[in-house]
Nanobody, 119 residues
Framework: QVQLVESGGGLVQPGGSLRLSCVAS????????MGWYRQAPGKQRELVAI??????NYADSVKGRFTISRDNAKNTVYLQMNSLKPEDTGVYYC??????????????WGQGMLVTVSS
């Protein structure tokens, strides 16, 4: 079983920065991709950033402001968010796609955490 624990969300003023972290625990054999999604009030969940073995991709709305990174030794993925805007407000979820001893492919979600950008 793989579990994800997120941290780093909260309230920040427009123009400010936050760094989100997501730590995985469990018997992970291989990581296919790590990513971050968000869901704004009244909207569907959307991809923010994803890092796989071959590429890193960002939503157009966050390009140049957000950076996804990973520390394999710590089983952690980060999302550095700079120049935050009110429209970045939402619940942020980390998402890992991995293989384990039991499953060749497993998609795991974090519990979600609120990021509020407001003055």
């Amino acid at each position: 079983q793989v579990q994800l624990v997120e941290s780093g969300g909260g309230l920040v003023q427009p123009g400010g920065s936050l760094r989100l972290s997501c730590v995985a625990s469990g018997s992970i054999l291989s990581i296919y991709a790590m990513g971050w999604y968000r869901q704004a009030p009244g909207k569907q969940r959307e991809l923010v950033a994803i890092n796989s073995r071959l590429s890193t991709n960002y939503a157009d709305s966050v390009k140049g402001r957000f950076t996804i990174s990973r520390d394999n030794a710590k089983n952690t993925v980060y999302l550095q968010m700079n120049s935050l805007k009110p429209e970045d407000t939402g619940v942020y979820y980390c998402n890992w796609r991995v293989s384990t001893q039991e499953r060749d492919y497993l998609e795991v979600w974090g519990q979600g955490m609120l990021v509020t950008v407001s003055s």
